[in-house]
């Protein structure tokens, strides 16, 4: 019998009894390091006049003259006006390349794109009117245009290292990493101090998985600017890669002693010291990082779990202490979270009265914390109030998030009381909902034996 | 005057009665496209729409003008060539200044070649004409040597 309960139990666990126990595990084997991502920028309004592409008509350069002399007293408005007089047959690819650049820049997108094809219509391989359309498309979201735009504009001759870099984003956002390298390498050799490029370069590099090229990149980068925390992060990242959890750690550690002020890495160095058994360095960027931006409580729960499972329960003592003058201020759900954790702390210190209080009032903030209704009931059941302890569980397999483990608790609740045929009946429940569970049909079956020997016995 | 500009090119329309001009406002996005590539063809202005944007205004189709310019457009492709240039400057015509920069070099070309044909025949015609001049004067002058 001890045996059955102790199987039970193992699968209770095994199944994830705990969601917040799961999270942690999940998020213990998959570390995400924040970076800037790869970004694109729109370039200022230059006009049309620096242009060699386009030229203007001999009979427009008197108009010419006069829009110019309006543009450089900033009458855009009245520049398009009087660009808008003629038919736009009437006008050179060059007026109307102008045109096309000041609904651009008045933000008339619609106009500017109209304005732009009609340029292309013309003359199709106008590099500027490609390289303006491609910015217009991205801007508006229209990745596959942009790219075919960008692409055009390289294939008749731009030498411009931002529709490099433009290409290279989409492509690599599009078609992947393998696609976006070359792209990146022309932008960063036209203009190699361009830290986008570089950044750009060194993702398509990670993504591709060409770790060596991506290290050569990184190593040249930190020698000529070893006080960049960006560069440092992403040696974290490639360190991660590569599965070396020790170096990627100090490479981390090295980005927040530099400024780096990303929440979710102070988390994934909190949980690298964690597996690395330095606690005290864990628990110091954990007070941190909750002391020092919105408190979120995926982290807080995440963070009180691991500290749990490594039994450091003064460490999550001294976290909740730290909190204690917030408390009263937070919303009602956060609370909860908060009182659950103090409750299960104190189960652990066997400070029963204490444990009982905190879970009735983080069941009293928030009802619906399936979590607390099922440690609870498991803390009552553990002390034979078993009738008080189902009725939590049913509250709890209402709710969808704790439906199973609530089920799977009830099922524990009713083999503690030898009531074989419920407990039978409930897993039974189980592997109809859930059949994915791991090792519930095992379960059914020993259970089923126990029962038949109860009643061979009888007879 | 308008509304002859109005009722001549579209081939639908007859007579120039105002219910005609009434047609030609709500004429078709073909219609439109046809009266502006026919413009383009036969070296007319694209102004000549203006007209119709004045007289119809609020009862011209929202599409007109667009299928007119597409017409238009695709007219002045066929028109703007080295034998319409030619011709022009063969008639002693101006230049037209329709043609846009883009498709103009051969129009001009033509133009200019034309236009240095016709100047060279009126050199000749006029010297033919000196010479027969001065012949007929050659034969009045010589009988009163004798």
């Known amino acids: 019998m001890k045996n ?81 007089a003629f038919y736009e047959i009437e006008l050179s690819v060059a007026m109307i390349m102008l045109k096309a650049q000041l609904y651009f820049a008045l933000e008339d997108y619609d106009k500017a794109e109209q304005a732009y094809l009609s340029s292309l219509s013309r003359s199709p391989q106008l590099i500027r009117a490609h390289s303006d359309l491609g910015q217009l498309y991205l801007l508006k979201g229209k990745l596959e245009k942009a790219r075919e735009h960008f692409s055009n504009a390289i294939s008749y001759g731009s030498q411009d290292a931002l529709i490099y870099g433009q290409l290279a984003y989409l492509n690599l956002s599009l078609h992947g990493p393998y696609s976006a390298i070359s792209a990146y390498q022309q932008a960063l050799s036209l203009e190699p101090t361009q830290e986008q490029w570089q950044q750009g370069l060194f993702i398509a590099l990670t993504q591709a998985k060409m770790y060596p090229a991506a290290q050569a990149l990184l190593s040249e980068l930190i020698a000529k600017h070893p006080n960049d925390h ?10 991660l890669e590569l599965d070396n959890n020790v170096e990627a750690l100090a490479s981390l550690e090295m980005a927040i002693l530099l400024g780096n002020e990303q929440q979710n890495n102070y988390k994934i160095a909190a949980q690298l010291h964690m597996q690395l058994d330095s606690f005290d360095r864990a628990v110091e960027l954990i007070s941190y990082h909750l002391n020092n931006f919105d408190l979120e409580m995926n982290s807080l729960n995440t963070y009180l779990t691991w500290l749990g499972q490594r039994g450091l329960w003064s460490q999550s003592q001294e976290i909740l202490a730290s909190l204690e003058t917030k408390v009263q201020t937070m919303s ?20 029963t009265p204490k444990a009982v209080e905190n879970f009735k009032l983080s069941i009293e903030k928030n009802p619906n914390n399936g979590m607390a209704l099922i440690e609870y009931a498991n803390y009552l059941a553990s002390n034979k109030q078993f009738t008080q302890a189902e009725t939590l569980l049913l509250r709890a397999e209402a709710l969808n998030d704790s439906k199973k483990e609530a089920l799977l608790a009830r099922a524990q609740l009713y083999v503690d009381l030898q009531n074989y ?16 569970t791991k090792g519930i049909w095992q379960q059914i079956t020993l259970i089923e034996n126990i029962i038949k020997t109860k009643e061979q016995q009888k007879t | 005057m308008k509304r002859l500009l109005i009722c001549l090119p579209l081939s639908l329309l007859i007579g120039c009665q105002s219910n005609t001009t009434q047609m030609a406002c709500n004429a078709s996005e073909s219609e439109w496209y046809e009266f502006g590539q026919n413009s383009a063809i036969t070296g007319k202005s694209v102004r000549i729409f203006d007209a119709f944007k004045q007289q119809c205004a609020k009862q011209l189709t929202p599409t007109a003008q667009k299928s007119y310019i597409d017409g238009f457009s695709d007219g002045l492709i066929s ?16 230049l037209n200044q329709s043609c846009p920069l883009e498709i103009r070099q051969e129009f001009e070309k033509g133009y200019k070649i034309g236009k240095k044909t016709r100047d060279e025949k009126l050199k000749q015609a006029e010297f033919a004409r000196r010479e027969q001049l001065r012949s007929q004067q050659k034969k009045y002058v010589a009988p009163q040597k004798h």
């Open chain 2, 79 to 94: 028109y703007c060539t080295f034998d319409n240039g030619f011709k022009r400057g063969q008639e002693g015509l101006e």
């Open chain 1, 332 to 351: 009602a759900h956060k609370q909860s979270v908060i009182y659950f954790h103090h409750a299960l702390i104190a189960q652990q210190l066997n400070s």
């Open chain 1, 421 to 436: 045929q419920a407990a039978l009946k409930t897993l039974k429940n189980i592997a109809n909902q859930y059949k994915e």
């Open chain 1, 4 to 84: 059955l309960k102790q199987i039970i139990i193992a699968a209770l666990l095994s199944q994830s009894l705990c969601s917040t126990v799961a999270f942690a595990s999940s998020s213990y084997s998959q570390f995400k390091i924040e970076v800037a991502p790869p970004t694109f920028v729109l370039p200022q309004f230059t006009g049309p006049y620096t242009e060699k592409e386009a030229n203007i008509a001999p009979e427009e350069l008197e108009t010419a003259e006069h829009l110019k002399s309006l543009l450089e007293q900033g009458k855009r408005e009245q520049v398009l006006k009087e660009l808008e």
């Open chain 1, 230 to 239: 960006k560069l440092w992060l992403n040696q974290a990242i490639l360190k």
